[in-house]
């Protein structure tokens, strides 16, 4: 009972924010203004369909096809987190997760596509087709821990395990954020509301579950993911939850290169990198991403500015439109900045050749920022190829347009250059070049290669030969 009374004070009730668009808000009204039907045996309420509409159609196959047959061999099974809190807000949700009170053994057993990984948070992958359904056990506090292989903290506090399994009611209150923490069992459409978590929702809020500074302190990763889902859903974070936000910034350098890799995808590839960026350089935690990125955009020079802007604008465009987007280009283009400037001082201080200057200045730009977040060797050599290509891009004499053309990264590397141009680079129209150059006949290629000025910049500069001063011989 006192563990229950704990974990029910773990959610506020009271909340502040904006509220939401007029259309979701007759949504929530309807089930808000019901008398919340009935007392579940946890600490939840439960909503029947009349008072949540989710609409099951919107779920995935796979994950119903998971809840099902978790249920079937009598374990209880829900949807939860992004998923639930989507569906709520009228969005498509971006992938299903299931929580259940089988164990990661039990989970694998069941389905034949099941892996469990993780060490530091174990959990089951099913796999169905290209999708991925994330199945976790209900844990429970890490202070329940009975031994270093269910909980493991730093002496920063930061846990390094969390496996200490429990109930469902244990699970929604080790979860983040109050509106992740809702769980909907289509078997019976229900809806288990925990603590504050509707409530937030609908005022359009980020609230931290329990103490704010502690849950950021064990696991720091939770500052980002405040922030992604205040800029992704267009929510406010509630002031004690945002306080330490901009206070702790620091924790983030206790995270794992790794580990800060995903969350940097997670950021920049959810359709707000836009709204993203800025909250990040607001609150003071870009600069434990993107350290050198951050310098520079300080700096306040305009095209590193624009470039990076445009290069968000541009990822959130093409997520809307559907449109593939990889990694490698958002990260050659927030390190371009840091690179463009360490080029220039090798090439005029040291009197590098371009091409040499470029090699040094990315690998040591490169090596800067693999001390913050890792690279995988499959988008680290795709960006080192976009900017080599850069150098190539003006050289068009002769046949080298067309080798150019039939590089595997040509793509990528022009819409960078086309991002140059924009940001404010002049490059006396080679964006321009390249984009005739690409639907031209072959005669009209031709022309234009004719035409095209020799481009002499990937040249080292001629060192000047002093000439002996005549006085010299005079004087001899
Ligand atoms: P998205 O739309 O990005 O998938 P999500 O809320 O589903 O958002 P996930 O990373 O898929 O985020 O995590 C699923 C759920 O697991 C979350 O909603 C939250 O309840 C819980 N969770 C994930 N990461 C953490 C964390 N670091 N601390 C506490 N709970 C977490
Ligand atoms: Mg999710």
Same mark, same amino acid.
């Given at each position: 009972?006192?563990?229950?009374?704990?974990?029910?004070?773990?959610?506020?009730?009271?909340?502040?924010?904006?509220?939401?668009?007029?259309?979701?808000?007759?949504?929530?009204?309807?089930?808000?203004?019901?008398?919340?039907?009935?007392?579940?045996?946890?600490?939840?309420?439960?909503?029947?369909?009349?008072?949540?509409?989710?609409?099951?159609?919107?779920?995935?196959?796979?994950?119903?096809?998971?809840?099902?047959?978790?249920?079937?061999?009598?374990?209880?099974?829900?949807?939860?987190?992004?998923?639930?809190?989507?569906?709520?807000?009228?969005?498509?949700?971006?992938?299903?997760?299931?929580?259940?009170?089988?164990?990661?053994?039990?989970?694998?057993?069941?389905?034949?596509?099941?892996?469990?990984?993780?060490?530091?948070?174990?959990?089951?992958?099913?796999?169905?087709?290209?999708?991925?359904?994330?199945?976790?056990?209900?844990?429970?506090?890490?202070?329940?821990?009975?031994?270093?292989?269910?909980?493991?903290?730093?002496?920063?506090?930061?846990?390094?395990?969390?496996?200490?399994?429990?109930?469902?009611?244990?699970?929604?209150?080790?979860?983040?954020?109050?509106?992740?923490?809702?769980?909907?069992?289509?078997?019976?459409?229900?809806?288990?509301?925990?603590?504050?978590?509707?409530?937030?929702?609908?005022?359009?809020?980020?609230?931290?579950?329990?103490?704010?500074?502690?849950?950021?302190?064990?696991?720091?990763?939770?500052?980002?993911?405040?922030?992604?889902?205040?800029?992704?859903?267009?929510?406010?974070?509630?002031?004690?939850?945002?306080?330490?936000?901009?206070?702790?910034?620091?924790?983030?350098?206790?995270?794992? /290169?790794?580990?800060?890799?995903?969350?940097?995808?997670?950021?920049?590839?959810?359709?707000?990198?836009?709204?993203?960026?800025?909250?990040?350089?607001?609150?003071?935690?870009?600069?434990?991403?993107?350290?050198?990125?951050?310098?520079?955009?300080?700096?306040?020079?305009?095209?590193?500015?624009?470039? =990076?802007?445009?290069?968000?604008?541009?990822?959130?465009?093409?997520?809307?439109?559907?449109?593939?987007?990889?990694?490698?280009?958002?990260?050659?283009?927030?390190?371009?900045?840091?690179?463009?400037?360490?080029?220039?001082?090798?090439?005029?201080?040291?009197?590098?050749?371009?091409?040499?200057?470029?090699?040094?200045?990315?690998?040591? =730009?490169?090596?800067?920022?693999?001390?913050?977040?890792?690279?995988?060797?499959?988008?680290?050599?795709?960006?080192?190829?976009?900017?080599?290509?850069?150098?190539?891009?003006?050289?068009?004499?002769?046949?080298?347009?067309? =080798?150019?053309?039939?590089?595997?990264?040509?793509?990528?590397?022009?819409?960078?250059?086309?991002?140059?141009?924009?940001?404010?680079?002049?490059?006396?129209?080679?964006?321009?070049?390249?984009?005739?150059?690409?639907?031209?006949?072959?005669?009209?290629?031709?022309?234009?290669? /004719?035409?095209?000025?020799?481009?002499?910049?990937?040249?080292?500069?001629?060192?000047?030969?002093?000439?002996?001063?005549?006085?010299?011989?005079?004087?001899?």
């Amino acid at each position: 009972m006192a563990r229950a009374c704990a974990r029910l004070a773990a959610f506020p009730q009271a909340v502040n924010g904006p509220a939401l668009p007029f259309c979701m808000l007759n949504k929530f009204k309807r089930f808000l203004s019901k008398p919340l039907s009935k007392k579940g045996d946890g600490d939840y309420i439960a909503l029947g369909p009349s008072e949540h509409h989710i609409d099951d159609a919107l779920i995935s196959r796979g994950a119903l096809q998971v809840i099902e047959t978790l249920q079937s061999a009598s374990f209880e099974a829900y949807l939860v987190g992004g998923g639930v809190r989507d569906l709520l807000l009228d969005g498509k949700p971006k992938d299903f997760d299931v929580a259940t009170s089988a164990t990661p053994e039990e989970v694998k057993k069941l389905f034949r596509s099941a892996r469990i990984i993780g060490r530091r948070f174990r959990i089951v992958h099913v796999r169905f087709g290209r999708e991925i359904i994330e199945v976790t056990t209900f844990r429970s506090s890490h202070t329940e821990a009975a031994n270093d292989n269910e909980a493991q903290q730093t002496e920063e506090g930061v846990l390094l395990r969390d496996n200490v399994y429990g109930d469902i009611a244990s699970d929604a209150a080790r979860r983040d954020f109050t509106v992740n923490a809702l769980y909907y069992n289509p078997a019976k459409s229900e809806l288990l509301n925990f603590g504050s978590s509707l409530d937030d929702l609908r005022k359009r809020c980020i609230r931290v579950i329990g103490d704010p500074e502690t849950r950021y302190k064990e696991d720091p990763v939770r500052l980002l993911r405040a922030v992604r889902f205040a800029a992704k859903l267009g929510f406010s974070i509630e002031p004690a939850s945002e306080k330490p936000i901009r206070e702790h910034a620091d924790y983030l350098s206790h995270i794992p /290169a790794a580990r800060l890799f995903e969350e940097v995808l997670k950021l920049f590839t959810n359709g707000s990198a836009t709204a993203t960026l800025a909250s990040l350089r607001d609150y003071g935690l870009l600069a434990y991403l993107f350290p050198s990125l951050d310098y520079c955009l300080n700096r306040g020079n305009e095209t590193d500015n624009k470039l =990076v802007s445009h290069a968000c604008a541009n990822t959130d465009k093409r997520i809307r439109q559907g449109k593939r987007i990889t990694p490698a280009f958002i990260y050659a283009a927030f390190l371009w900045p840091a690179l463009r400037a360490s080029m220039r001082t090798k090439v005029s201080d040291q009197n590098m050749a371009t091409h040499e200057a470029m090699q040094q200045a990315a690998q040591d =730009v490169v090596s800067q920022q693999l001390q913050h977040t890792a690279i995988p060797k499959r988008f680290l050599i795709p960006m080192r190829e976009i900017w080599a290509l850069q150098l190539r891009l003006p050289r068009r004499d002769k046949r080298r347009a067309y =080798v150019t053309l039939e590089h595997p990264r040509f793509r990528a590397a022009y819409d960078f250059l086309l991002l140059r141009e924009q940001a404010g680079e002049d490059l006396d129209g080679l964006g321009m070049w390249w984009t005739r150059f690409q639907n031209a006949s072959e005669p009209e290629q031709q022309e234009l290669i /004719a035409n095209a000025k020799r481009d002499k910049s990937s040249r080292p500069p001629r060192r000047r030969r002093r000439r002996k001063p005549k006085h010299d011989s005079e004087d001899a």
